[in-house]
Every structure is written in structure tokens, then in C-alpha cells.
């Protein structure tokens, strides 16, 4: 039986999944160097699919309180919206540490690297290569979910599902290229401070985008099963904002790290 409360708080249920999860992301965290050291992927596997459950049925609670319970109303989803949007403050501030760098080593190189930049060891990516065209591939996703918000907004259920669909596809190729990418690579994350900073910053990105596709999936299988409609969208509203950032970090990467190094 739910309680009703005179206050427009969502006071959340007593869940096992934040205490399981943290245990869970500490064991993953040692598979994980495990795994770096020994190559031993037995538990790095077995953590992550076990992060993969428990996460799974974090959100399907989260889900159900917003969807089927109504517990998620106007005040509740305007704090949604405001941790969101601190989440991505967050992110943007943890991107921006891999820019200091850079730009600290672009405006002054040290005379270890040969006082150059980038330094003359390093053969760069040709910016109207791959990364051009990851670019127009990231920002016609921008585009294509753009779209799909506004015809969840308009009632138009045949073009918002195409327009996600076609987002997830977008993501998904861009991912690919930049495997190819690192493939293709004629220096590693080892060869001086700009091979760091580039596998740092377009490393962290891609996961970034991993991310984002796996967000965007869920929201597809949210509108798919019409968990949507055109007054109660915060879960796709939150992937389509981190879906933005992920394409305007990768403005300024190819900017400066590939145009401007080449």
C-alpha cells in the first residue's frame, strides 16, 4: 500500500541496489587493475555483468516510482532537472582538467619534448580524416535527437522513434571509427605528454559516448513500451542534454587537440 504524504518530496523507498552497487564498483575497480597486470578477465567479467544486473534493477525501480507510481511530480522532476545538469557541470570540469593540460603544454612546451609542439616524435592524426568525419557523424546525432524531442512533444510517435533510432546507429559508428582510429595510431598513450593527454581526453570521451548510446537505448525502450508523453519525458530530457555535451566536448577536442596539433 503507497502513503500519502502532504509534501511534494519523493521520499525514496528503502532499495539494496546503492549499497550493492558501491560493493560491486570496488570489486571492479581491483578486477580491473588485476585484469591491466595479470590479464586475468575472469572477475573484471563477472563484476561487470554483476554491475550490469544491479544497475538494471536500480533503474527499473527508478522507472516504475516515475512511470507507474506518479511519484515523480512537477517539484520532484525540477530537482531531476537540476541534478542533471549538475552532473554535467561535473563532467564539463572534469573534461576541462585534460584542456588545462593541454593548453600548459601547447603555449609552453619544455625543453624535454624539445620545447616543440606537438613534439617532433609524434605523428599526428590528419584532422580531415577520421576525425572529420567522426564530427559530422556526432553532430548529425545532435540533430536527429533534437528531432526526435520535438516530435515526442508533437504527439508524433512514428518520427520520434526513427529519430532515436537513428541516433543510436550514429553513436554506434562513431564508436567504431574511433576504434579504427586507435587501430591506425603511430604513437600510444605512452609516447610523451601529448600521446597521454590525447588518449586521456578522446579515451574518456568515447567512453563518455558509450554511455550516452547506452542512456539513449533505455530511453528507446522506454518509448517503444509509451513511457512517454509529450508533459512526461524527464528520462530522454536527461539523455538528450548528456547527448549535447558529449557533442560539444568533442567540438572543442577536434578543435584543439586534432586541428590545431596538425
Same mark, same amino acid.
Given at each position: 500500500?503507497?502513503?500519502?504524504?502532504?509534501?511534494?518530496?519523493?521520499?525514496?523507498?528503502?532499495?539494496?541496489?546503492?549499497?550493492?552497487?558501491?560493493?560491486?564498483?570496488?570489486?571492479?575497480?581491483?578486477? +580491473?587493475?588485476?585484469?591491466? $597486470?595479470?590479464?586475468?578477465?575472469?572477475?573484471? !567479467?563477472?563484476?561487470?555483468? =554483476?554491475? #550490469?544486473? @544491479? /544497475?538494471?534493477?536500480?533503474?527499473?525501480?527508478?522507472?516504475?516510482?516515475?512511470?507507474?507510481?506518479?511519484?515523480?511530480?512537477?517539484?520532484?522532476?525540477?530537482?531531476?532537472?537540476?541534478?542533471?545538469?549538475?552532473?554535467?557541470?561535473?563532467?564539463?570540469?572534469?573534461?576541462?582538467?585534460?584542456?588545462?593540460?593541454?593548453?600548459?603544454?601547447?603555449?609552453?612546451?619544455?625543453?624535454?619534448?624539445?620545447?616543440?609542439?606537438?613534439?617532433?616524435?609524434?605523428?599526428?592524426?590528419?584532422?580531415?580524416?577520421?576525425?572529420?568525419?567522426?564530427?559530422?557523424?556526432?553532430?548529425?546525432?545532435?540533430? +536527429?535527437?533534437?528531432?526526435? $524531442?520535438?516530435?515526442?512533444?508533437?504527439?508524433? !510517435?512514428?518520427?520520434?522513434? =526513427?529519430? #532515436?533510432? @537513428? /541516433?543510436?546507429?550514429?553513436?554506434?559508428?562513431?564508436?567504431?571509427?574511433?576504434?579504427?582510429?586507435?587501430?591506425?595510431?603511430?604513437?600510444?598513450?605512452?609516447?610523451?605528454?601529448?600521446?597521454?593527454?590525447?588518449?586521456?581526453?578522446?579515451?574518456?570521451?568515447?567512453?563518455?559516448?558509450?554511455?550516452?548510446?547506452?542512456?539513449?537505448?533505455?530511453?528507446?525502450?522506454?518509448?517503444?513500451?509509451?513511457?512517454?508523453?509529450?508533459?512526461?519525458?524527464?528520462?530522454?530530457?536527461?539523455?538528450?542534454?548528456?547527448?549535447?555535451?558529449?557533442?560539444?566536448?568533442?567540438?572543442?577536442?577536434?578543435?584543439?587537440?586534432?586541428?590545431?596539433?596538425?
Amino acid at each position: 500500500m503507497m502513503m500519502k504524504f502532504n509534501h511534494p518530496y519523493h521520499l525514496v523507498s528503502l532499495s539494496p541496489w546503492p549499497l550493492m552497487n558501491s560493493f560491486c564498483l570496488m570489486i571492479f575497480m581491483f578486477s +580491473s587493475l588485476k585484469f591491466m $597486470h595479470d590479464f586475468n578477465i575472469l572477475l573484471f !567479467l563477472m563484476s561487470l555483468i =554483476l554491475m #550490469i544486473m @544491479i /544497475t538494471y534493477q536500480w533503474w527499473r525501480d527508478v522507472i516504475r516510482e516515475g512511470t507507474f507510481q506518479g511519484v515523480h511530480t512537477l517539484y520532484v522532476t525540477k530537482m531531476l532537472r537540476l541534478g542533471m545538469i549538475l552532473f554535467i557541470l561535473s563532467e564539463l570540469m572534469f573534461f576541462l582538467s585534460f584542456f588545462w593540460c593541454y593548453f600548459h603544454m601547447n603555449l609552453s612546451p619544455s625543453v624535454e619534448i624539445g620545447s616543440v609542439w606537438p613534439p617532433n616524435s609524434i605523428l599526428v592524426f590528419n584532422p580531415f580524416n577520421i576525425p572529420l568525419l567522426n564530427t559530422i557523424i556526432l553532430l548529425s546525432s545532435g540533430v +536527429s535527437i533534437t528531432l526526435c $524531442h520535438h516530435s515526442i512533444m508533437n504527439k508524433k !510517435l512514428f518520427m520520434s522513434n =526513427l529519430s #532515436i533510432l @537513428i /541516433t543510436l546507429i550514429l553513436g554506434m559508428i562513431f564508436t567504431f571509427f574511433q576504434y579504427l582510429e586507435y587501430q591506425e595510431s603511430y604513437f600510444s598513450m605512452s609516447d610523451s605528454v601529448y600521446g597521454s593527454i590525447f588518449f586521456m581526453a578522446t579515451g574518456f570521451h568515447g567512453i563518455h559516448v558509450i554511455v550516452g548510446t547506452l542512456f539513449i537505448l533505455v530511453s528507446y525502450w522506454r518509448l517503444l513500451f509509451n513511457h512517454y508523453s509529450m508533459f512526461h519525458h524527464l528520462g530522454f530530457e536527461a539523455s538528450s542534454w548528456y547527448w549535447h555535451f558529449v557533442d560539444v566536448v568533442w567540438l572543442f577536442l577536434y578543435i584543439f587537440i586534432y586541428w590545431l596539433s596538425f
